[in-house]
């Protein structure tokens, strides 16, 4: 809702508050104000003018030479090249000197050999938006519809001296969405009365009910319609003040009858409608449900079809309305209209969403509708456009008004006792303050023993428990001014669990590694939710899926980063490391919903490292894949109990894929997808991994132990062992381990040899064996003894020989 200053003060007296300061009263009060604009902030020297004289430039086909009285003594010359600039007008004139939006100043100049001394302006050149401007003046200059004085300041007859505030509403406060509303709250804040509108209609002796008659088929969605007649209208654009006020409330102005109804839709917060009656078609209107199909044209020239869950308004026989929402063009007011037919209704706020949501139409009047008018105002609404219409369209109103239906608007009546209001809000507030609150918010209140029996008007249909009776107290009593307490009773400090921290450790550790994370969908395909999954479990499938693609929980994480890749690839984004951590959907037994487990999964493929000066590059591979995961094991300190073991799984590269164990516990796996099912996504060559994260987390951390940096010089052995070709280096290097006892402080495989000059099916393997004694230096046969002992524990478990 925009809020205008300068309208809002002709209903409460602001005392002359900067906007700024009434902005922060109204957001303390509990309705924020998102923001105060000043409409001419930054525009200076901008004045009325009056065009003496035009004519052609006599260079330029499409520029006018004017001679222009801006309030001097004597009248400038500026060259316009507006087509609808003319003798006679009253513009508005940025003089030399000026500044306008954007710090656009405005210079003496030459325009093709004539001197131009200022600017004629648009109102876009004044900052405002093109939608809000009215359509004859889209496209040019803006005339002054009103005899203005040259000179005086354009930004005071344009309101751009105002400032507009914007109230971010909560849809309970649907009150707001009207000036009077607005003004019933600053009323309150301020402790000062509201200045109502004064409607008095002057009719004409003849009869609206002898020209149309009021029929309601649906009297649930349309309690109440009334309708006024104004007839010997006269069609024209609207004062002023009347299209300044629309414009600062984001209403583009379009005609005095249009704008009358959309003025009182800003002020009174009731939405109306003007019919063109000679149009209209009948002497009936017929409020009713539409006929399922049944078409309309609107008042934006598009054709829509209805259904039985809409409401129109019919001249008995076509629809002519969309009721609440928006108009048909078949009876629209044009310029030839003379006669109008006002109609101001209830309408039931679920009806008229349907029909908005339906047809893709949100309207300022929808949404009042939608959120709840007050039914006490519908009445004087219509009055009040028939006076406006008298003394801005100079119609005459017919007598009385046409009324089907009847409301029951009686206000609600809630009571609150001051033990409870104390109580919730922790106050010591006495009756008197109380009482005061709810006169300021012009509610009436009596008082009986302590308890507050309050009426509430109907413009507050948000209020119908004692609790928004606290809610009211609080905010006009104020929120800073509420006492604050500490908790009582035992609390605990909030820490993570271990699992939570685990999977903050994990992401953080990926993400430092140089994983971006992911984040895909739960739900797959039938033929990808078994893929690389760590269980083999049957799918679970949607009940109503969305689509085929989409119709089973997954298994895995990998497919989806799989598609990650192939989508980002298609787009020549080819090196990417990505990570997720999710939940994958274990089937439990039938009839059970399944068992959620969250795993850790990580996809990279195209270059690892690239530095472009050196002429370096690195592409992924298995061992950058498998030492992201080392370090994360690091990390986590379960380094030592982690074993990688050769694995065959489907849609993995045979020979580069490893299964990951937890102390003999399988807990995951890394390796290359297979070629095949890369060349399927239309991926590069990719490593993948998937861990399950609740078995990272319960797993027992060792203490971290400090161990001194050795004093002692170590002594390393270098072996080159013979084996079979079939024999894993990680066997040799668990059986090294163990032999080489507390003396032997690593072992490193640095080479693998299977060329012409190794027998048939055996190849050679080289470690590096590292000795030392952190008590003292070792000496060569403490070295040889226990290195003797490795060879022949090689020997004996692996049948491996040095090669020689």
Known sequence: MFVSYKWLSEYVDLGGMPAKELAEKITR??????????????IKNVVVGHVLEREQHPNADKLNKCLVDVGEEEPVQIICGAPNVDKGQKVVVAKVGAVL??????????????????????????????????KEFAEGIFVFPTDVTPGEDALQQLNLDDEVLELGLTPNRSDCLSMLGVAYEVAAILSTNVKLPTTEVSEVSEKAEDHIQIRIDAKEDNPMYIARVVKNVKIAPSPLWLQTRLMAAGIRPHNNVV????????????????????????????????????KIVTLDDAERTLSAEHLVITNGQEPVAIAGVMGGANSEVQADTTMVLIESAYFDGQRVRQASKDHGLRSEASARFEKGVDPNRVQAAADRAAQLMVELAGGEVLSGRVVAGEMAAEPKVVSITMEKLNRVLGTELQVSEVEDIFRRLQFEV??????????VPTRRGDITIPED??????????????????????????????????????????????????????????????????ETREPVALAMPMSEERAFLRLSLVPQ???????????????????????????????????????????????????????EKKAVDFFVAKGVLEGLFARLGLEKRIAYK??????????????????????????????????????????????????????????????????FPSITRDIALVVDRQIEAGSLQAVIQEAGGELLKGVRVFD????????????????????SDPAKTLTDEEVVKVHNGVLEALKEKAGAELRS
Request: net charge negative.
């Open 101 to 134: 939006p954007g710090n656009f100043k405005i210079k003496k100049a030459k325009l093709r050999g004539e001197a131009s001394h200022g600017m004629i302006c648009s109102l876009q050149e004044l900052g405002i938006e093109s939608k809000l401007v009215a």
């Open 752 to 771: 693998l040899y299977e060329g012409e000059h190794m027998e048939p099916g055996k190849k050679s393997v080289a470690f590096t064996l590292t000795y």
């Open 259 to 294: 704008d009358i109804t959309n003025y009182i839709l800003l002020e009174y917060g009731q939405p109306l409608h003007a019919f063109d009656y000679d149009r209209l078609g009948s002497k009936e209107i017929v409020v009713r449900r539409a006929n399922e199909g049944e």
């Open 646 to 711: 050769k694995a065959e799984m489907a849609g993995m590269h045979p020979g580069r894929t490893a299964a990951i164990e937890l102390d003999g516990q399988f807990i995951g796996f890394v390796g290359q997808v297979h070629p095949q099912q890369a060349k399927d996504l239309d991926i590069k060559e990719t490593y993948v991994f998937e861990l399950k994260l609740s078995l990272l987390s319960g797993a027992k951390k060792e203490a971290v132990a400090y161990e001194p940096i050795p004093r």
């Open 561 to 615: 980063l799989l598609e990650v890749l192939a989508y980002n690839n298609a787009r020549q984004i080819d090196s990417l490391a990505l990570y997720e951590a999710g939940s994958v959907f274990l089937k439990e037994a039938e009839g059970e919903l399944p068992s959620e487990e969250e795993h850790v999964a990580g996809a990279i493929t195209g270059l690892w490292e690239e530095h472009a000066w050196q002429g």
């Open 469 to 534: 009776l606290v809610e009211e107290v609080a905010r006009m009593y104020g929120y800073d001014h509420l006492p604050t307490t500490l908790p009582t009773g035992e609390s605990k400090p909030g820490r993570l669990t271990d699992y939570q921290l685990t999977r903050r450790v994990v992401r953080r550790y990926l993400e430092g590694a140089g994983l971006n994370q992911a984040i895909t969908y739960s739900l797959t395909s039938e033929k990808k939710a078994t893929q690389y999954a760590l």
């Open 446 to 455: 009596k008082t009986d023993n302590g308890e507050f029996i309050v009426t």
């Open 29 to 42: 009060s509990g309705i924020e104000v998102e923001s105060v604009e000043h409409l001419g902030e930054g």
